[in-house]
């Protein structure tokens, strides 16, 4: 058994309202680092909440370490939560603010002293206890927040877009901070944020979320390169991945797919899965690196369609070139984009391995 489990975890805030957390079922490996990654309302914090205790529960339940956890209260759960704004206390100083959740548990001074300079020291403030929040800076505070969440040994580390007062630059470094704090603490963790970068670098698991579903779970480049649904393909990398709506059909060629745009011959290895969609539409997903570009007229494997470059993004190690293809914006990573410039009348090839349908009403992958 997994150490947190949501076993058809639901919430509704109202009796008739919508399910905010539908049917949730997730299973969490002890120690395991868990980033929930989806756009603005789709239920990230609410999942959190009521892990932490701090939201009611509509439906299921939450196992930790065997156990439903739903009866006991925040404060009986080992849980620690961070917030996204951080919540310190402003009228007391890094120490006391970090002390406060022990002196809650009744601890002994000397204990607490000690605990506290070891969480400081883990979050990187030890020179800064005496400080008030006013004079520190905004990551400082962060850290503060850090030290405080860690002191009590938490079993699970919630922490809900924690990094999101930062400035960019501050944001990696913490993000690279939290993860050193993580392996060395070996808590299970679940980090909340609508940032696609942020969750690759630091997930062993990416949950992906979309009106309080699961999309699907995996690790970051299990997503990125083999993605459930036609949401968790387009949420995930940057550039983002480009989609066709095209229409399945059975010519003497095999099976392709086609708009008034592209024409696009579909791989033996995925005759079996598209036949279903014969006469019916499917989109078709490509991320932007694994677009070839060839000489116009010459025809490739994986041709798609003929176009020119509009606009050319250099990017230090590899470009990115802007195509429009019947209106719609496509994306092109080259590594390798030497002897293109605008208005170079190019086709568009697709790596054929690479390509991905997914069905149009229900958003899942074609396979
Ligand atoms: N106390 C509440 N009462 C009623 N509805 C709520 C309440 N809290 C949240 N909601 C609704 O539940 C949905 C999910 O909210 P939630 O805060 O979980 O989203 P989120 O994924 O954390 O979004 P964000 O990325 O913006 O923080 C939203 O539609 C929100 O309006
Ligand atoms: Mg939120």
């Known amino acids: 058994m997994s150490y947190l489990e949501l076993r058809n975890l639901q919430k509704r805030y109202t009796k008739d309202g919508p399910l905010i957390v539908n049917n949730m079922n997730l299973s969490i490996e002890k120690g395991e680092f868990i980033v929930f990654l989806g756009p603005s309302g789709c239920g990230k914090t609410t999942t959190i909440r009521m892990i932490s205790g701090l939201e009611d529960v509509s439906g299921g339940d939450i196992i930790v370490d065997g156990e439903s956890i739903l009866q006991k209260k925040p404060r009986d759960r080992g849980v620690s ?94 993000r690279s901070e939290l993860k050193r704090i993580h392996l060395m603490e070996n808590s299970t963790t679940i980090f909340v944020t609508h940032d696609q970068a942020e969750a690759m670098s630091l997930a062993d698991r990416i949950v992906i979320m979309y009106q309080g579903k699961i999309e699907q779970i995996g690790t970051p480049m299990e997503i990125y390169s083999d993605s459930a649904t036609l949401f968790a393909a387009s949420f995930i990398g940057t550039p983002p991945a480009n989609f066709f709506e095209t229409r399945i059909e059975k010519t003497e060629e095999g099976y392709t797919a086609v708009n008034e745009h592209v024409h696009y011959r579909i791989p033996a290895p995925l005759h079996a899965a598209i036949a279903s969609r014969e006469g019916k539409n499917a989109v078709l997903g490509i991320r932007p690196e694994f677009i070839e570009l060839s000489p116009r007229g010459e025809k490739a494997a994986g041709c798609l369609c003929d176009s020119s470059i509009d606009f050319i993004e250099p990017q230090g190690n590899h470009s990115i070139l802007i195509t429009h293809i019947g209106g719609a914006e496509i994306k092109i990573v080259s590594s390798d984009p030497m002897n293109i410039t605008v208005n170079t009348r190019v086709s568009l090839n697709i790596r054929d391995e690479h390509v991905m349908f997914f069905d149009p009403d229900t958003g899942i992958r074609i396979r």
């Open 81 to 174: 939560m961070i917030f996204q704004s951080y919540a310190i206390w402003p009228h007391m100083t890094a120490f006391d603010n970090i002390a406060y959740p022990l002196k809650l548990q009744k601890i002994a001074k000397d204990e607490i002293k000690k605990r506290v300079e070891a969480a400081a020291q883990a979050a990187g403030i030890e020179m800064l206890l005496k400080r008030y929040p006013s004079q520190m800076s905004g990551g400082q505070r962060q850290r503060v927040a850090v030290a405080r969440a860690v002191v009590v040994n938490p079993k699970i580390f919630l922490m809900d877009e924690p990094l999101s007062n930062l400035d960019a630059k501050l944001r990696v470094s913490m």
